[in-house]
């Protein structure tokens, strides 16, 4: 499996990516839509609100299980993807393309407790 490594990985199986404009987007690894399957239905957090790092905020649904979305760091979730409510399996055909939410970061530290691509890889084959 591939884990790209400009991601920060959450050992809860989401990714976070530093944007631009100071903002981060949040997915589901690669690892994490293998596991599910055929993924049918994503609950992500809605705008406005607070969650912490961790935190279980939503939930994703697949032909075989649900399995909680958790906030790789503690934010405001700023934005939802309107695509996965009308193509939730995109977030299978590309994990790292079709992501959850958006926040804006209240503890921009908690990104050094997140793992590396290659700390991710071994957590996630350890499984």
Known sequence: MIYPDNLKYHESHTWLKMESDGTCTVGITHHAQEQLGDVVYVDAPTAGRTV????????????????????????????????????????????????????????????????????????????
């Open 52 to 127: 912490k790092q961790g935190e279980a905020c939503g939930v994703i649904e697949s032909v075989k299980t649900a399995a909680d979305i958790h906030a790789p760091a503690s934010g405001v979730v700023i934005e939802t993807n309107p695509v996965l409510e009308d193509a939730p399996e995109t977030v299978n055909t590309d994990p790292y393309g079709a992501w959850l939410f958006r926040m804006k970061l209240s503890d921009p530290a908690e990104r050094a407790a997140l793992l590396d691509a290659a700390a991710y890889q071994k957590a996630a084959e350890a499984q």
